[in-house]
């Protein structure tokens, strides 16, 4: 049973940074790719970094060049460096994982919240 644990939330104000963690465990045989993403209330969930099978990332536009996604291989951690936070940045931020050939994850964290005040 994979198991994604989110931490590094907290409430920062604009221009600010914070660094958000996703501990993995429950892996079995294969390559796992993970990512990050979001949802701000009254909003739909979008994805805000990932990481696939050739390690190359892809980034939401809204967050290129303020954010940064990099992973621990030797302990499964994912984390995301949000540098310049901006209070639109406000969301509730989920860590997600599968096995790299599957789309959409079925693996979810239970979450990590993020404030930004402007």
């Known amino acids: 049973q994979v198991q994604l644990v989110e931490s590094g939330g907290g409430s920062v104000q604009a221009g600010g940074s914070l660094r958000l963690s996703c501990a993995a465990s429950?892996?079995?045989?294969?390559?796992?790719?993970m990512g990050w993403f979001r949802q701000a209330p009254g909003k739909e969930r979008e994805g805000v970094a990932r990481?696939?099978?050739?390690?190359?990332?892809k980034y939401a536009e809204s967050v290129m060049g303020r954010f940064t996604i990099s992973e621990d291989n030797t302990d499964n951690t994912l984390y995301l460096q949000m540098n310049n936070l901006k209070a639109e940045d406000t969301a509730m931020y989920y860590c997600?994982?599968?096995?790299?050939?599957?789309?959409?994850?079925?693996?979810w964290g239970q979450g990590t919240q993020v404030t930004v005040s402007s």
């Open positions: 429950g892996y079995g045989a294969g390559r796992y790719c």
């Open positions: 990481f696939f099978a050739d390690h190359s990332t």
């Open positions: 997600a994982s599968d096995l790299c050939y599957r789309d959409p994850f079925r693996y």
